[in-house]
Structures are given as C-alpha cells and as structure tokens.
C-alpha cells in the first residue's frame, strides 16, 4: 500500500508543478511532457487513446483524477525504486561536477524546459518553496522532494 502513497504523492506532485495557474487542470498535450521528465516510459498511441478516453469532448485539459488514470496507466508497469533511480540520473545529469547538488540557476532552467509557460515569478515561487535554506544550491534530497512529494 506503501507504493500507492508515494505513487499518489509523485503524481500530485507533478501535477501541481504543471497546473501553474493553480485552475485544477493540465493540459492534455503537457502529458507527454510530464511523462518524460518524470522518465516514464510511453507509448504515444496508447497515450493518446487514454487522453481520448480522459477528455472524450477535447476540451484540451483534464483534471486530477483523470491524470492519475493516464498517469498511473504507466506508473504501473514501474516501482518507486526505478523511479528514484531515473530522478537520479536525470539529477547527476544536471550535477555535471559531481557535487551532489545543483544550482537553483540550473534547477530554473530545467523548470523553465519542462514548462515554457513558467513565469520568472511562477520558478521564484517553485525554486524557493525547494531551496528552503535558501543556499542557492538544491541537493539530491530537495531534488527528490520535489519530483516525488516525500
């Protein structure tokens, strides 16, 4: 049951970083951004069948729930423990010296790449709800708190 939590807790998650107008909805073409940056595997097709069946009129957006159900729909077929391992290797990616953190700068641009619609004010707000002791660096464990909700 453990898994289910810290599953609900990612998705939460990264639905909340992607709702920036804070509306309740995402929307349906940012899915497969999401699905990506979060190194989840997709298939386009399938991806799409399932937005069809979330958002059957094509209003373009989707709620919570619905996005658990797409979401979820590929966060089966996956534990937690891959899942950290892939917020790994996407963090050492950006660590390029190996120092076990990154900037908040770099942290702003990742940001800014996975969503362009993020205001300066909008990653200000994120990046410092992340840094908390505000040292201008975030580490693995801040990285993984904001991927995963832990």
Request: proline share 1%.
């Amino acid at each position: 049951m453990e898994d289910d939590e810290q599953k609900m807790a990612i998705m939460r998650k990264a639905f909340q970083m992607f709702d920036t107008q804070k509306s309740g909805f995402i929307e349906t073409i940012k899915i497969a951004t999401i699905l990506s940056t979060m190194g989840q595997m997709f298939d386009e097709e399938e991806l799409r069948e399932l937005i069809t069946t979330e958002d059957p009129e094509d209003v373009g957006k989707i709620n919570f729930d619905s996005f658990c159900n797409i979401f979820g729909h590929f966060l089966e077929e996956e534990d937690a423990d891959a899942m950290q391992q892939e917020l790994k290797e996407a963090f050492r990616l950006y660590d390029r010296e190996g120092n076990g953190y990154i900037t908040t700068s770099t942290l702003k641009e990742i940001l800014a790449a996975l969503d362009d619609k993020l205001s300066s004010a909008d990653l200000d707000g994120i990046i410092a709800e992340i840094d908390t002791d505000g040292s201008g660096t975030v580490d693995f464990d801040e990285f993984m708190e904001m991927m995963t909700g832990d």
